[in-house]
């Protein structure tokens, strides 16, 4: 699949609202979760560099299912494995931390980054620096939808995912407080579940945050529309 423009890949994330992160131990579960997922109708996925063979399994993904899903590469800690990534086909690049040469590098190759980043001033920093949503991570760990309403309300133009403590019934907070799409970790990635044989569990956790993410939408244009 050829690479998708930034304005094509930031839409595509912001349409599906949902970035689910595959961390597990091995090739076999990764692949489970990634069918499981997207029979639960999200088509964003995010491969994290701590599975096994990580940057082989996005090359194989994205020449399997490139039309059909986003696929992007996560925990990337510097520009050389991003050039990798890339050179597999990741449409995106995702860190839990910021790396300037990173984002440089991303900036300069015309691909959308997403740099982690947690207090007011890394997240300004990340922004200028180019990137184009800043991952704010840990968020469950240090106040989740009221932390990040807080900084938000200062920075309004920027585009924030935040990540850690995103699940079912902190979602809709997220999504309230100003998320612009939202990082979903083992809440829907179920590790335990996928080792006792239980895909479908994934299957149904993603159908519903699919679900929370259309609601939200629609209630925020209902509410507009009685505004108006």
Known sequence: ??????????????????????????TELARRAVVAIQKGGVTVLE??????GAIRMIHELTEEMGGETLIGAGTVLDPEIAKECLAAGAQFIVSPALNPKTVAYCKDEGVVVLPGALTPTEIVTAWNLGADMVKIFPAGEVGGAGYLKAVKAPLTHIKMIPTGGVSLSTAKSFLEAGADALGVGSDLVNVSALKQGKDAH???????????????????VSAEGRRA
Not at 11 to 21: D, K
Not at 47 to 52: D, F, L, N, S
Not at 202 to 220: L, P, S
């Open 1 to 26: 699949m050829k690479r998708l423009t930034k304005p094509e890949v930031l839409q595509w994330i912001r349409e599906v609202g949902i970035i689910p992160i595959v961390r597990v131990d091995s």
């Open 47 to 52: 491969i994290t560099m701590t599975v096994p």
């Open 202 to 220: 994934i299957t149904e956790k993603a159908k519903q945050f699919v679900q929370i993410v259309k609601e939200f939408r629609g209630e925020t």
